[in-house]
């Protein structure tokens, strides 16, 4: 199937094409394969995504370049070949020409090959793993989001610009929870005084609290996401920590989809983040009131990403005329694409991975005292990750 | 480790372990007198501390919380009781898990309909919120404390009623022979439900106090029933006071585990504490069925 | 006990089996008319998932103990063909003490070494495991699949909790068997040979004990027969399947992962078996096939589908005590079934 099929997919793609007249086609619809997890404990994630993703869509009016979308959703349960299952689906029987949605690095691994070779672009909103931007980087694979460890440099590169001598970090026993606090050492030039890895979906995190008080550090970066993040964050305040050892974080650990359950347990705490909620540029603030005039709630970050890509596939689309058929226009025109960014400046790297600003936030209550991610100063401007330079891109 | 940080581990483990007692001893009341595996024991835990957060963030006030969560999931465990599951008293094991499997999915499903899928949030009151200094260098966040009181007066509580009650000689006689129980002429529908409500309280007093230490969120009863199940297994299924010696144990061990193991055998240390423990005592250390 | 036995296969239970090979196999030319391959996709997930639960049932339904390990042993199926693979694909030996192995994506290799292995973890596990019983037995089996989740998390080098790709070509005896239509059948024969061999177990004296056992154990133990020797055979039998079912799964998607070994994946098997019916050696067949199909389509109707899934569970519990084959056989017996 790897070898043949997608040529005579692509043979009959094109013959149909011929026969039908490129007007009849301009009035297909685009089609996009929307797979995330809907379910289950993770079930909140691909809602963030999805909601940020369909206000993009209600923006341009439902459309792409001109062309009307359908949107095709599929929910992986977290589970790698239940995503590899639906996205079988949405390539072979929906055709669809974009996937995207997926949040988790292990189900992204296991689908966007098969994806790839099938034919179809690859737009991830969420999971950046470090195998497409380097090695693995592919013509037709983009990370609208950000790629993993990108947010723990930038936070390395401000806790070593604030003297922070002695830090201590935490994550989960998992590749991302690795490559986060790497990320964080690549950059930070004071002593690590403790490196814990414990294991993912941990609740309790008091005894490692205890040691941590015992190492006395200066400060603590973690990288806890979703409930491990809300567990140790209360936890770590109601041991009284939080006025002595400012914690630090990337803004996964301190987002809308923790901030309201965390609540003043997270406020002073800082993250290191591409956008914030009270971002002051006009697409910002038109995305938020939209977001939660809609939704009721404040948007994320990664809310933010997902609207933002829509926002890249209709420029690029805009410049080629809807033409998504082209693959080689399409690929160059994303490369190349310029559009009103929430996240200001923002491009694709060679690798496809994006180019962009990092922000400092502290947690501070908004005017309604709801927690957010409060904007500071800019830590690092057109920051791109450190696998590029792996990628032997075409 | 100094002295004041092991005592600060040692007040963590019998923590955590009093938390596993309030899941495990309704487990084990419901395992061991009805035969009956409940896995929505969770999805109860979970109901607990949900309930208790609307309700305080509708009211403002976290005692109200406390007060209508503890009694309002006893009547979810009743209802839940009455309307599925004493069809399947007298089933295998097998039709147990897989109802209450089902009943799981539902659950969480139901819930993520219910209250949306962001966690919620359920702060403590000002005088529960900070830490007490117990002996100088030993200081110990208060609600912890409170948790760990609470627990180890329940635990006292199921001792007295159990060993010096009617109703405990009963449950006693219930847990080890079926048959006698039954002959003893009680009205065993009755109490049955009764009993179930009983656990099914006690599960949503250890979710509501689980509220403001952990995420409130659709999932959380899955976790903490396994490890719930692990101590209703090693302690001997039915067996209240084997119950609390394995939840002691197991808190002990995962939080000492954690600190002093590397992770990957860290994370698995109770699992590995289960298997060696049934491997020489087949069931559990307190076995109450011959 | 020789003289009756209420298991006697009737005539649908002989005629199941080969019907449902028999539609299995007719997917492909159908998918082919339809212009629709991703029913092959389907077909090969659902022929999978049936050859771990036909594994599954031989201890759960033959011997009645709920086994809450087979994710595991599936996993470690689906790691053999992944590591082999992968050695391969990046030329890097493996060092199994003095030897070392280039690897291969060879199935004709793996597979035999996954259901070796697979077999071997079950023995162990067993021999521990089956001195237990009933909710015990269930819990401890948990805990070893708890272990062999988390070992494979810390194979930081065939990538964690990420999982791992399998990027070579997968082979049968040096064919090409990475397209959709040779690989479906190579894992329907695998069915089919599964189907065959395990019909012959069950259907032996080993097969009665076994389900003797299971019914009333101090009987079978006064007639001189020591049901643990039966038992941990079965336990291994069922390991070596699901290993090599584990192992079909991982070449097919060219992925595997810890979540392949997780408890709820066990979960899921056991599901599987009990909703087509444990009685039956060919339940479990419809069982996979109802799974795999309800998760696809009710998924595709809402994002709360497991609210409709979860009652599905419940109300198949409840009314059909021999699962989804007892509808099977009041559809074909018709009037005669009562």
């Known amino acids: 199937m790897r070898n043949r099929r997608p040529i005579v997919f692509a043979a009959a793609l094109t013959a149909g094409a011929l026969l039908a007249g490129s007007a009849a086609l301009a009035a297909d619809p685009i089609r996009i394969g929307f797979l995330s997890t809907f379910s289950g404990p993770g079930g909140q994630l691909g809602q963030e995504l999805l909601d940020g993703f369909e206000l993009g869509l209600a923006a341009t009016g439902g459309t792409l370049g001109g062309r009307a979308v359908e949107v095709i959703k599929g929910d992986d349960q977290a589970k790698p070949d239940v995503g590899r299952q639906v996205a079988d689906k949405m390539v072979e029987r929906d055709k669809v020409q974009i996937l995207t949605g997926v949040n988790f690095s292990n189900v992204l691994l296991a689908v966007a090959k098969p994806a790839l070779d099938a034919g179809a672009f690859v737009v991830s909103v969420n999971a950046g793993p470090s195998q497409y931007a380097g090695a693995q980087c592919n013509p037709h694979f983009f990370a609208a989001s950000f790629q993993n460890d990108t947010s723990s440099e930038a936070m390395g590169l401000e806790a070593t610009k604030r003297g922070i001598k002695k830090m201590y970090l935490m994550a989960p026993n998992y590749p991302a929870g690795k490559d986060f606090l790497a990320g964080f050492k690549r950059t930070y030039k004071g002593a690590v005084v403790g490196e814990v890895y414990t294991a993912f979906g941990q609740l309790d995190y008091a005894a490692e609290i205890a040691q941590l008080r015992a190492t006395a550090p200066d400060g603590v970066f973690f990288f806890y996401p979703g409930g491990m993040g809300i567990n140790f964050v209360k936890q770590y305040d109601q041991a009284g920590l939080k006025k002595t050892i400012p914690l630090f974080g990337p803004s996964f650990s301190l987002d809308q989809t923790v901030l309201p359950a965390m609540g003043e347990a997270a406020v002073g705490a800082f993250a290191a983040t591409h956008w914030a909620e009270d971002a002051d540029d006009a697409p910002s603030k038109k995305f938020r009131a939209d977001f939660e005039a809609k939704y009721g709630r404040l948007p994320s970050p990664n809310a933010a990403q997902a609207y933002d890509t829509v926002m890249a596939l209709d420029a690029a689309l805009k410049s080629i005329g809807g033409k998504i058929e082209d693959a080689a226009a399409f690929q160059k025109a994303l490369e190349t694409v310029k559009f009103d960014s929430l996240r200001g400046h923002f491009r694709f790297n060679r690798n496809h991975y994006p180019i962009q600003d990092f922000w400092l936030a502290e947690i501070a209550a908004d005017a309604k005292g709801r927690p957010i991610l409060s904007k500071r100063s800019l830590i690092a401007a057109d920051h791109a990750d450190a696998y590029v330079d792996k990628c032997a891109m075409k | 480790m100094t002295f004041a940080l092991f005592a600060e581990q040692l007040l963590n483990g019998i923590q955590f372990g009093v938390t596993l007692f309030l899941m495990a001893s309704g487990l084990t009341l419901v395992f061991g007198i009805m035969n009956f595996i409940n896995l929505a024991h969770g999805s109860l835990y979970m109901a607990g501390a949900f309930l208790a957060a609307a309700v305080q963030a509708a009211t403002g006030s976290f005692l109200l919380g406390v007060l209508v969560a503890i009694p309002a999931t006893a009547a979810l465990g009743a209802a839940l009781e009455f309307g599925l599951f004493r069809r399947f008293y007298a089933r295998n094991h097998l039709d147990q898990v897989l109802v209450t499997f089902g009943v799981v999915l539902m659950a969480n499903e139901a819930t993520r309909l219910i209250f949306g899928p962001v966690p919620l949030r359920m702060p403590l009151p000002e005088a529960l919120a900070g830490s007490i200094e117990i002996v100088p260098g030993l200081v110990y966040p208060t609600f912890r404390l409170v948790v760990l009181a609470v627990g180890l007066a329940v635990a006292g509580l199921l001792w007295l009623v159990v060993m010096k009650t009617r109703l405990g000689m009963w449950v006693r006689a219930g847990s080890s022979n079926r048959a006698i129980a039954s002959a003893m002429g009680v009205d065993v529908g009755l109490v049955f439900a009764g009993l179930f409500a009983f656990g099914a309280g006690l599960a949503g007093l250890a979710g509501l106090m689980a509220g403001p230490i952990l995420a409130v969120q659709v999932g959380m009863g899955e976790p903490i029933l396994i490890l719930a199940l692990v101590v209703t297994v090693i302690g001997g299924i039915g067996s209240i006071r084997g119950a609390f010696a394995a939840a002691l144990l197991v808190g002990l061990v995962d939080t000492f585990g954690r600190v002093m193991l590397p992770p990957a055998l860290g994370s698995m240390a109770i699992f590995l504490l289960m298997a060696l423990i049934l491997a020489f005592k087949p069931k559990g250390l307190f076995p109450v069925h011959g | ?338």
């Open chain 3, 1 to 338: 006990m020789a003289e009756f036995d209420p298991h006697r296969p009737s005539t649908i239970d002989r005629v199941a089996p080969i019907a449902a090979i028999a539609i299995l196999a007719a997917v492909p030319p159908v998918a082919g008319l339809l212009g629709d391959p991703f029913l092959i996709k389907v077909a090969t997930r659902v022929v999978v998932f049936a050859i771990a639960a036909i594994g599954l049932n031989l201890v759960v339904g033959y011997a009645g103990l709920v086994s809450l390990l087979h994710a595991g042993l599936f996993g470690v199926g689906g790691y053999v063909v992944g590591v082999a693979a992968w050695h391969e694909f990046n030329g890097e030996a493996l060092g199994l003490g003095p030897v070392a192995w280039a690897g291969t994506a060879d199935l004709a290799i793996t597979l035999p070494l996954a259901g070796l292995l697979a077999g071997i973890v079950a023995l162990v596990t067993g021999v521990v495991s089956l001195r237990t019983s009933g909710p015990y037995f269930l819990m401890i089996t948990l805990a070893f699949d708890q272990m062999l989740y988390y070992g494979a998390v810390a194979l930081q080098k065939y990538g964690g909790e990420d999982g791992l790709q399998i990027l070579s070509t997968i082979t049968f005896a040096g064919r090409d068997v990475s397209a959709r239509t040779p690989f479906f059948y190579l894992a329907l024969t695998i069915l089919a040979a599964t189907v065959f061999l395990l019909g012959r177990v069950v259907g032996s004296r080993f097969g009665v004990v076994l389900r003797a056992a299971a019914e009333n154990e101090r009987r079978v133990t006064v007639t001189g027969i020591p049901p643990y020797a039966y038992r941990l055979t079965a336990f291994v039998v069922s390991g070596v399947v699901c290993g090599l079912a584990g192992a079909l799964l991982a070449s097919g998607q060219q992925f595997v992962s810890p979540a392949d070994m997780s408890w709820v994946r066990s979960g899921d098997l056991v599901v599987m078996a009990v909703l087509g019916g444990l009685s039956t050696l060919w339940g479990p067949i419809v069982g996979a096939a109802a799974f795999v199909v309800l998760e696809l389509v009710l998924s595709s109707w809402t994002q709360y589908w497991q609210l409709a899934f979860g009652a599905i569970i419940v109300v198949v519990v409840l009314t059909l005590r021999g699962g989804l084959a007892d509808l099977v056989k009041l559809a074909t017996q018709g009037r005669d079934a009562r």
